[in-house]
Structures are given as C-alpha cells and as structure tokens.
C-alpha cells in the first residue's frame, strides 16, 4: 500500500509531505524505521534535503548518493552509546542497503561537550527539542510514518527553507566562529563584512531564484553564501557535503 498523509492544514508541511510520499525508496525507509521499534523514531536532516533539493533543484533525488540516513529516537532509559550501535544495527538487519546511523537525542547530553566543546548542554525530552537544535534550518527537518502510514513532519523552525532551496545556520548552538568554520574550506575568497548575527548567512540553492537581500543568483552545484545585510559575503565551490560538528554530527547537518 502506498504511503499517504494527512493534510494538516499546514500548506508548506503538504508539500514535503508530497514529495516524501512521491519516493518508493524513502517510503521503504521510513517503514523500517517505524517498524524497528524504537522509540519515537524519525528520519531528518541530510538525506530529506537530499531529496528535495535533488527533485526542486538538482537533476531528481539519487538515493545511491545519500551517504548517511539519519535517524533519531528518544530513549531516556539507556543514555549509553551502545544503544545508538544496537539501534543502528537492527535497522541494517532489516535493510542492508542504506547507510543507517541512529542516534537517541535523549543521550546527547551525556557527551556533547565533552566530544565538541563548550558548556553543558540541557538533556532534549522530545524529538521535537532535538530537531530544533540542528545547525541548517534547511535539515532541521525530520519525517516519519504513522501507524496509519501518514507521513508526518517535524520542523520546529519550518520547512520553508527546506522546500526553498535555502541554507542559514541555526544560531541555537552554531557560534560565529564555528560558522566561520563551516564555510571557510569552500570559499573561493575569504570572508569579509561578516555580518555578527549567524542566522543571516544564507544560501539559495535554486537555479531560479535570487538570494533574498542580494543581486546574487546561486544554483545548486554552484551556491552563493550571502547575508541578509544585503551583501555577497563568498562564492562557493560545488560542494558535496559539508561536515558540521553540532549533536554529535561531523557532516551537513546531522543530527545528534
């Protein structure tokens, strides 16, 4: 039976809802997923940018270029490590294929400053509080499958520049100078006039569309890193993926 979903009301959730349901192989994901048995499980980040951005801007979604399936659960009764291999593990048991990796937002707490820096971090209580804490607006987006096999999202910042092609930092635990970090290795020039608020660097993926606040154009194999502050701040080579360290992530996005 094909994946549905419920409309909620909520125009632009309808969209991503759509075009999850469009992708047999995202379909697949999500039912094992849900299926596996942990806890308040979703998948987010990458790999849903990934397909929308593959299908809205790119030459359609490829799931053979996905190079990690981030999945998130919520476990407080085992905050250990193991827990995140065992939950990896038995996704890879029931389909092989994906490059699985799971981990439970309830853990991460117990690690991140150890492993990232900085002060301690609040425990997340829900999925939810997880997903909000993602470094890109654009991944801090996740989707699952009910028992009914309605798709329903999770965007507590909104899916807005998911489905618009456009990457900001999430400021919620990105500093300056970590963003500074993020975009240096794929600058063409450095960085100047950096603006001091993180959320105003964006970039737009769309061949179509301008970044708002500049005359810059960007394309998906080819982005413009602007700034709301109306100024072209760098001009990126295509990358593949960038690699961030937020929630225990080293890539694009990824959550915790």
């Excluded at 970590?178 to 240096?184: D, G, H, Q, R, S």
């Excluded at 061949?207 to 998906?220: F, I, K, L, V």
Aim: proline share 7%; charged share 25%.
């Amino acid at each position: 039976m094909a994946a549905g979903w419920a409309w909620g009301g909520n125009v632009r959730e309808d969209e991503l809802r759509g075009l999850a349901q469009q992708s047999p192989w995202l379909v697949r994901a999500l039912r094992v997923v849900r299926d596996s048995g942990l806890p308040d499980a979703w998948i987010g980040a990458g790999a849903i940018r990934d397909l929308v951005w593959g299908e809205r801007y790119g030459d359609g979604f490829d799931p053979s270029s996905v190079r990690d399936v981030d999945v998130v659960f919520l476990d407080p009764t085992d905050l250990s490590r193991d827990n995140d291999d065992r939950a990896t593990g038995r996704l890879v048991a029931t389909w092989p294929e994906p490059p699985w990796e799971a981990k439970n937002q309830a853990a991460v707490h117990t690690w991140y400053s150890a492993k990232f820096g900085g002060a301690q971090v609040a425990p997340l209580h829900t999925i939810a509080d997880a997903v909000a804490t993602w470094p890109e607006y654009a991944t801090a987006v996740a989707v699952r499958l009910d028992t009914h096999d309605r798709v329903t999202v999770c965007a507590p910042h909104g899916p807005d520049d998911l489905l618009d092609g456009v990457w900001r930092c999430n400021p919620t635990r990105v500093s300056p100078i970590a963003i500074a970090v993020i975009i240096e290795p794929f600058s063409t020039s450095h960085v100047t006039n950096s603006a001091p608020c993180p959320a105003g660097y964006g970039v737009v993926a769309s061949r179509r569309r301008r970044c708002q606040g500049s005359a810059a154009s960007a394309s998906w194999r080819g982005l413009s890193l602007t700034s709301t502050r109306e100024r072209v701040i760098s001009r990126l080579k295509p990358p593949r993926r960038s690699r961030i360290h937020v929630g225990g992530a080293r890539r694009r996005g990824r959550p915790g």
